[in-house]
């Protein structure tokens, strides 16, 4: 089994807190991670270019799918949310 590198581990486990506050908090003012988690919410080009729209899909759809209680990639977020 291949594992991912620490670094990709600790930016996608970012990623995902981000997103999930910009889905649970709003301000006046846009921040890219709104702008970000704004588009992801409609986007359904798979060929999509806008900035990290694919990636976070990637990301998020593992986060919402994964079955593991011992998921090295999403443990760290579960136990934070």
Known sequence: M???S?????ESNKQKLLLRLCKTF??????EFQLLWNHISSCSDANCEYNNC???KVVLTHFE?????M????ESVRSFI
């Open 71 to 74: 998921c090295f990639i999403c």
């Open 26 to 31: 709003t301000s006046d003012e846009d921040n």
């Open 6 to 10: 620490p670094y990709f581990v600790e």
């Open 65 to 69: 799918n994964c079955v593991e209680d």
């Open 2 to 4: 291949n594992l991912p």
């Open 54 to 56: 694919f990636a976070s």
